[in-house]
């Protein structure tokens, strides 16, 4: 920026100037409403706040989902027995140890 004025002579006047000069500045940054940064800062916070709902619902619905896939999945275990060893479960139990369940299992039929 190019200074337009006329040199100062006194080393107080060009103090007073420079005071004056720092207070509207001051002034000004104090009375200005929102910087742009605080301005982008709320924007954000606004954004947030109406993006949230939705997040906290698909959080959900993917939980849901993970959990109807675990159902289903001990659902065929037991139904087709293990996928992993392709045993019955009754066998593969057999074969894991008969302290897992609550009751004992009865020995294979010849």
Known sequence: MINTKPPVKNAERAVFELRANLEDEVVAVVDSPLSSWEKQKARRRDQFQRLAPWVVRLMMLFMLAVLIGEIWYLINIFQF?????????????RQLGPDLLPTPIPPPLP
């Open 81 to 93: 027995g293990l996928v992993q060893t392709g045993l019955p479960v009754d066998l593969a139990i």
